[in-house]
């Protein structure tokens, strides 16, 4: 799958981020997202098994076991591949960098942010208050340009709306960094046993 299709690819991430913590099979990572509301992934049930068979193909998760309990349908646990890992590490640091005009892109990376260590999700939203500063910027010269040429307001709000937009993102970034960097919110990821150990 080429890359920015991967990248939107917010089921199959979803799926790679909750076997990264433990194997599961597809029916528990269903009710996984419905209890936890990850409202950013639609056409549940069968995006998600669409999902698994996509990432099992790709070698980036494999079948661990098989069982079968009393008279109800064999079902498969996978386990997340040190490719699927790596997929999912570099997937996720692209999301959380680079800001796009699809709010559930970023939604669906903050949510999974911790799986992640800790300073690569610092960085990476470093990287993203730096663009969206300069995206600000951008905004702030182009409506100042506009404001100079005698168009009716009518014609720049679409521009003031964005840079709004931008600014409010860009708040709440430094926010949630200034957190992550003072301990107000942490994590810590066994990166040799998978295992997201929340605090």
Known sequence: MARGRADRDLVGLTVLALLSVRPAHPYELHRFVIDTHKDYIGGLPR????????????????????????????????????????ELSSRLRRLLEQPDGDTKVFLAAVSLMGCLPVPEAERALSTRVATLEGAIVSADAHIAALAGSGLPRVLVLEVEY??????????????????????????????????????
């Open 162 to 199: 964005d840079r709004a937009m931008k600014a409010a993102e860009l708040e709440w970034v430094r926010a949630t960094l200034a957190e992550i960097r003072s301990g107000q919110v942490s994590w810590n990821v066994d990166s040799n046993a998978g295992q997201l150990d929340r605090q």
């Open 47 to 86: 995006s998600l098994y669409h999902a698994v068979d996509r990432l099992a193909r790709e070698e980036l998760i494999v079948p661990a076991e098989t069982s079968r309990e009393g008279r109800r349908p064999e079902r498969t646990v996978y386990r997340v591949t040190e490719e699927g890992r790596a």
